[in-house]
């Protein structure tokens, strides 16, 4: 089915919540928006949708008043506005969540809210503006204590303090970048009863996002962008999933990947009663136990911030477990160091590939030996081999279609995509035996995503156990064998992918043990 | 992109090697600029001020040759400061370093029992050891329990310098000094020859040029060269490939400081042939050779023109001093302008400047 491409132009009687006319935006190098022209009217959820770097962002934040368009103009309820700073937009009536909040954690929510507000008293500002979350969060369901700190708040709940900061300051457009990235999917489901109200009462909310599913489930309009262009406005109802992923990519996407079944073998990385702290010094695992088979990849669901970091950490050797086992391939390595965990064929593909994963000053073919540049081939009593690090990073940067000028072309240079694909080619062609892959695909293109969960696959086939911990449960879906979820540092439950239903493992997400509880691992 | 005035600011993501090497003789030129409003000020023309100094130092072989003497140990401090800045180790130390150095040399000239031809090598051993261990503490210091590095090196300096004093006036103090506050003179067998007609001990200039050579192979060739460069870049990833930061650390500073140490071996025993006032024996080399190294960007073996320069400039100085009347300490001015210079040129390496069009929308503060 072929949507319209061009929604009808909004009615006269009623002006437009939110005009953005022909906006260009360019950065060195690139046109982040190219005449952008979109529209929200009152009383409607509108989604933005498209890939990493499609331009989203980029229109919102002009729209917030944080960049200034080289060209083009906004019009607010039928007025051109000139918005030059967050400042101005919220006296326009704009507010926005940002993807990460921006709040004080020491302060209770109504500090947070009454910071920056105009019209508070100068003494006890927080007093005055309590009553009136208790008002908001009763009008649009959004339960919040004024009186409790930001620090103790989940995510879910900090979103929440977001947007009654932003109605708070009078906002009637709210635009939200990546709400539900953060949520549980029976938050989700809150917020968007939440969403619905607000619309009810002719609020617009521009919903950024590049999850098809929800942006078909919540959105009256979606309007698809693709490298600064809008590809599109189409009606929530006319259009379907294929249709939106071909608008969003360019071409047809395939949503299945062929998968063959799973045939584990003996289990490769064991887990046993682990516990270990995070930064902060409070319990971040609390007798975690698992194992992961050869041939077979456990996916480990969860929302943020739950464990998986300190886990991931702990199987690596980059963090102290304070107690419990880990076994790999049947060896106990508790606590062990990274290069030692490294060299027993344990491969760590990280979470912040940038900070973590390669040396960005460094050239591609030495990012290539990290990890690996003490052994031979490429070194040799205490030498470097410059002949051999250079035929095994052709190799890898040809085997692994990882597109960069030179071997000598700093890794920094390379596109997101190929800093991953590099990340990979290194953790996998030492053959490693398991393979521990954190958030391995986040902010990816819908491309180089597909690419990097064949490698997954593929890993998987050769008999690698492969440990995968996303935030992104599709992915988890897509890919698992079994999926383990974390809440709060425990696992909540351990199924088999074919029998989990979604709404299963959003219950664990939220806490709900599943019962037998921990029937795996010891 | 960011609008400064009149000028539009792009970021440039890896500057070129020309790109370097002109912001940084930009900024030298620019700090000579400077430095002559300073010969103003003492009412001189600046003009035949820097022609005149030009002649005195190229003038003749004897007079050049104090730019090489000037730049030995410049040499050496500033090589180990670029292996320590690669590692990302903030080596302030280098004049407590090459002390240190001065102090063992100066203990196995005079009082150590040896054969008379193992002397001069052993000082130079002892040196390296006594500066590269008295550099070794910081390093631990910061990898053990997080103490900064600027700090704890620029302090040691101090340690050292009263160190020294402490020695030549109480126990190291000379019986045949009369009194001054010197040990006694070293022995010929501990005393560094000099290049007929000047006072380059030339050992210790060759010595820095070869060493110059070993750590531009080191960091180039080596696995602890590549572990130095990954932990100095990005030390989450060498955590993460399991680097070993105490051991890199370690022996970053070993070397870093041993190089300046061997500075000072060669100071005692190629120009006063005597442990002195801390003041006289190093006249700061430790603290230009930080500039030395920057001025190099990191890179050894460009680490020993820089040191030519900056010999140049104390040999220009002692020109100022007897040719011009100014006062020496003038050399610390210039020191100083280049520094301040070279750091507030930098903006020009991770931003390309262009004058913004009329009429162009203004394009926002937050450029990303």
Redesign the interface.
Known sequence: MVGRLHAPTPLPSRPALVLLKDITKR??GVVANDRVTFELRPGEVHALLGENGAGKTTLMNILYG??????GEIWVKGRRADIRSPRDAIRWGIGMVHQHFKLVLPHTVAENVALGLAGTPFWAPARAVAQKIRELSQRYGLPVDPDRRVWELSAGEQQRVEILKALIRGAEVLILDEPTSVLTPQEAQELFKVLSRMKEDGHGIIFISHKLDEVLSVADRITVMRRGRVVGTVLAQETNKTELARMMVGREVVFRLTKSTCQPGEAALRVQDLYARNDRGLWALKGVSFHVCRGEILGIAGVAGNGQRELVEVL???RRAERGKILLLGREVTNR??????DLGCA?V?E?RI????????PVE?NLI??R??RPPF?WR???R?RAIRSFAHRAVEEYAILTPSLRT?A??LSGGNIQRLILARELSGRPAVVIAAHPTYGLDVGATEQIRQLLLRQREEGAAVLLVSEDLEEILELSDRIAVMFRGEIMGIVSAGEASLEEIGLMMAGERRSPVRSEGT | ?RRLGPFVL??R??PSRAAVLGVSLGAVVFALLLAAAVFYGYGRNPWQAYAQIGRGVFGSWPSFSEVLRRAIPLILCGVGLTLAFRAQFWNIGAEGQLLAGAVAATGVALFLPVPEGWRLPLMFLCGFLAGGLWAVIPALLRVKLAVNDVISTLMLNYVMAYIVEWLVHGPWKGPTMRGFAYTDRFPLTAQLGWLPGTRVHWVTLALGVVLALGVAFLLA???????I??AG??P??A??????FTAVFALVMLLSGGLAGLAGVGEVAGIHRMLRSPSHISMGYGYTAIIVAWLARGNPLVAVFTALFFGLLFAAGDHMRIALGLPFQIVGVFQGLIFFCLIGFEILLSWRVGLARKGR????Q???
């Open positions: 950065f060195p944080l960049y200034r368009p080289d060209s690596t050797g980059l160091s990274p290069r030692l965990l490294s760590h990280p912040e900070r973590m994963g390669i040396v960005p000053a460094l030495e990290l990890k540049h003490h070194c205490g030498l470097l410059p700093p920094k240079l | 992109m792009e970021p993501l890896s060739r080596t696995r602890l060269g590549y572990e460069r990954v870049q990005n989450e990833a955590r993460y490939a399991g680097i070993n929308a203004w394009s926002g937050i450029g990303s």
